[in-house]
Nanobody, 111 residues
Framework: QVQLVESGGGLVQPGESLRLSCAAS????????TRWFRQAPGKQREFVAI???????NYADSVKGRFTISRDNARKTVYLQMNNLKPEDTGVYYC?????WGQGTPVTVSS
């Protein structure tokens, strides 16, 4: 059974950094076209970043210049490096690839 498992979330202060991981388990070729989404309390899930099959990336305007998405094909893992975190980055972060969603990892940015 193929699963996506996110990790790396936590509680940080504004300005700090976190690196999220999205690891694929089971029989999956690669994490092509993997997206990160987030959902803040009481809000809809929103797009954060994408990395496509050739490594091209795109970001939501709210995170451009602060977040970086990357992929390690050998480890079947996609990362989201989040720098200079702000309180509005708080939420549960999900990865999505090949019709699969992970369970989410919570991020709280608060002083």
């Amino acid at each position: 059974q193929v699963q996506l498992v996110e990790s790396g979330g936590g509680l940080v202060q504004p300005g700090e950094s976190l690196r999220l991981s999205c690891a694929a388990s089971g029989s999956i070729g690669s994490l092509d076209n993997t997206r990160w989404f987030r959902q803040a309390p009481g809000k809809q899930r929103e797009f954060v970043a994408i990395i496509d099959s050739v490594g091209e990336t795109n970001y939501a305007d709210s995170v451009k210049g602060r977040f970086t998405i990357s992929r390690d094909n050998a480890r079947k893992t996609v990362y989201l490096q989040m720098n200079n975190l702000k309180p509005e980055d708080t939420g549960v972060y999900y990865c999505f690839s090949r019709t699969l969603w992970g369970q989410g990892t919570p991020v709280t940015v608060s002083s």
